[in-house]
């Protein structure tokens, strides 16, 4: 700081009373993250929340989500409030597909649902088997093998309902592309009726009636249903056409929220509307199946709704790890059975599978992240990730991608080969927030064979002797759509919180956006100069800490997420969180869940008297105050410690100590005095 006032420092002796920083354990490196800091509409938000009745702060989160009128607020804080569009007349083949399936229940005509191995294809399987069972018809169902066949409805699958004298083939969560088998079955005199959610491909298959919300404007509140929104249309509307509805409906509408959710469909539209009901019903589910799943997972079951995170983080893989691992009869009998004790044994089978699968995301996670850091893989240049490695199981590689996006920021395309010869590839996209994956697809479909998908994720495969070419144009596409500085994850903030302002009160503001999911995110706060008090590693790799700000005596809990390479995280940083409900032994306390963290952004606040200029400020992670006394020509700088370090102006040696009878004498010139001096006069303004 030599500089303009001329306050220089150090020492050229050691010194045993050092007021720099107290050496710590040196940290891991932090996650490389982008932060989306949502801008503060301050007007806005004062107007929108006297028109509501509602916290400014609530205001701020829904301008955020793009709902900047007092009449958007109302739909989306009373979603009932809404007048819906019946479906009868959004969707164009909807009346048709009531009709076949009428006709074909009254005339007991054989019925086979064809579904699909995730949990969306499972829960609508299971919701249209519980309702066509309802209402008299004669139903099967079947799933094609994820290992040997893969996604959706096929040839071999059409033949042998042909075979069983099936006069109806009903698809759910599949079918949209699927030309030659819907082909095949025509041929064979079998009616098709294509349930899916899926992007439309170029040419629409030649099934008898086709019911997709990709079908309906943009603008449409049932734009956004998964494959189980659009099963638990068609069955409601049957059942509302036969005169059987009445106890019915909460059986079907549990399923569709169990699908809906763990298929990560948007939580907007009509899916909002049905979801608010439907946590509110599977505390006390009246299905074997979800009581059992509850019990195994720990899900309190005397809350009054569930939180769409007790499904995507609990229920929802144990469904999910089912379809990658093991046989998907698993799941329909327990999402069909009535028995408590089937149930449970379902329930249990669901549990076993999952640990396997966690294992083994574990461990292809950690054989890809070898494989991309030993190879140099340089796609940040490409700006997308392409890796595929022999043996890996593809039931799971979708959850691997999913993982190495959140690490390195950039789309992941991921692959295991099929065959011991290595002829040919099946793998599983995730994309990021600029990045259209189903585009991509198409961009490249001319070296692919079967793919499909939607803009966050997808599936395909192809002949390995294409992967190159496969690689390169995937580039290309990635260089039309993305800037170097989209490469890191994103953390998008909602706003700024003090700690003193997280109290139960304020979450219980905030369960007014809920539920919370793809398409309304949870909210996302963050806290400037956090001190962390204590951290360590617990469970599977994860950090919990415990965090204050300001040095005041209120401490919270706070937990990272699969975290433990960047153990020990510095003492001081901004942090940004979601704020989570944690109970224990009867006890609820509001804790934060950590999703980004960086160093302090260096910040200070300068006060002004007739004597004295004093500021606050941040070196090394540590928190200081300092000071000029104008009339002594003294600089003053104070530790967390108590400890002062005064300095004359164009002196070199200084006074270190607590009490200026009790101080020593430092040269002040040369580190680790000198850079500290710097800090406290760029802090006071004085540099």
Request: charged fraction near 20%; aromatic fraction near 6%; charge should be negative.
């Amino acid at each position: 700081m030599g500089g303009s006032m001329g306050y220089c420092c150090s020492i050229t002796t050691p010194v045993h009373n050092h007021l720099s920083p107290t050496p710590s354990k040196p940290h891991a490196q932090l996650p490389n993250q982008r932060w989306e800091i949502a801008p503060l509409k301050t007007e806005q938000a004062d107007q929108l929340a006297q028109a509501r009745g509602i916290s400014p702060l609530i205001a701020q989160l829904l301008i955020n989500r793009g709902i900047e009128t007092s009449e958007q607020a109302e739909v989306f804080l009373n979603p009932l409030s809404q007048v819906m569009p019946a479906p009868i007349d959004e969707f164009p083949d909807l009346a048709i597909s009531v009709g076949m399936l009428t006709e074909a229940i009254a005339n007991q005509e054989k019925i086979a649902i064809c579904g699909d191995y995730d949990a969306d294809g499972m829960t609508s399987t299971a919701l249209l088997l519980r309702a066509l069972r309802w209402l008299g018809a004669d139903v099967d169902y079947a799933i094609p093998s994820r290992m040997t066949e893969g996604y959706g409805i096929n040839t071999r699958i059409v033949e042998e309902f042909a075979e069983e004298g099936v006069g109806v083939i009903l698809t759910v969560d599949n079918g949209i592309a699927a030309h030659e088998p819907i082909a095949r079955a025509v041929e064979l005199g079998i009616t098709v009726i294509v349930t899916d959610h899926h992007d439309l491909p170029p040419e629409l298959p030649d099934a008898d009636a086709i019911l997709n919300p990709k079908q309906l404007p943009e603008e449409s509140p049932y734009r956004s249903l998964a494959g189980v929104g659009i099963a638990y249309i068609l069955a409601i509307c049957l059942a509302q056409e036969l005169g059987q509805l009445k106890g019915l409906t909460q059986q079907l509408l549990e399923l569709f929220t169990l699908g809906t959710i763990a298929d990560l469909a948007p939580l907007t539209g009509i899916n909002r509307r049905w979801l608010k009901r439907g946590l509110g019903l599977l505390p006390q589910s009246q299905l074997a199946g979800v009581q059992a799943l509850i019990e195994i997972t720990g899900v309190k079951d005397d809350q009054k709704s569930l939180k769409p995170e007790d499904i995507g983080f609990r229920l929802g893989p144990r469904i999910n790890a089912i379809g990658r691992l093991s046989d998907p009869q698993i799941v329909i009998e327990l999402l069909t059975t009535t028995a408590p004790e089937v149930a449970r044994e379902r329930a249990m089978q669901c549990e076993q599978v999952n640990q396997r699968r966690q294992q083994l995301c574990a461990d292809i996670e950690q054989d890809a992240i070898a494989f991309i850091e030993d190879t140099g893989l340089d796609w940040q240049q490409k700006r997308v990730l392409v890796i595929v490695q022999p043996n890996w199981h593809h039931g799971v590689i979708g959850i691997v991608a999913s993982r190495l996006v959140e690490r390195y920021g950039v789309p992941v395309f991921i692959g295991t080969y099929e065959d011991n010869d290595q002829q040919h590839i099946r793998g599983s996209a995730r994309g990021i927030t600029e990045f259209n994956i189903f585009e991509a697809l198409e961009f490249c479909k001319d070296l692919l064979g079967k793919y499909g998908g939607h803009k966050a994720a997808g599936g395909f495969s192809l002949p390995a002797e294409n992967l190159s070419a496969f690689e390169q144009s995937l580039s290309g596409f990635a260089h039309q759509s993305l800037k170097p500085e989209h490469l890191k994850p994103l953390v998008s903030i909602d706003a700024s919180l003090e700690f003193s302002q997280i109290t139960s009160n304020l979450y219980q503001q905030l369960d007014l956006l809920h539920p919370c999911g793809i398409g309304n995110r949870d909210p996302v706060f963050w806290s400037a100069n956090v001190q962390i008090l204590e951290q360590r590693v617990v469970g599977k790799g994860h950090i919990k800490l415990t965090l204050n700000q300001d040095n005041q005596p209120v401490t919270i809990q706070a937990i990272a997420w699969r975290w433990g390479e960047y153990f020990p995280l510095p003492r001081r940083v901004d942090i940004a969180y979601k704020l989570r409900e944690h109970h224990w032994e009867g006890n609820t306390t509001i804790e934060l869940e950590l999703v980004g963290v960086r160093l302090p952004v260096v910040t200070s606040t300068v006060t002004t008297t007739s004597t004295t200029k004093k500021a606050e400020f941040y070196y090394n992670q540590r928190r200081y105050t300092c000071s000029l006394w104008e009339s002594l020509n003294e600089l003053r700088i104070r530790n967390p410690e108590g400890k002062v370090l005064a300095i004359q102006k164009g002196q070199r040696i200084g006074l270190l100590g607590t009490k200026r009878e009790d101080a020593i004498e430092v040269n002040v010139t040369k580190p680790p005095y000198y850079p500290l001096i710097k800090a406290a006069t760029r802090a006071l303004g004085l540099s």
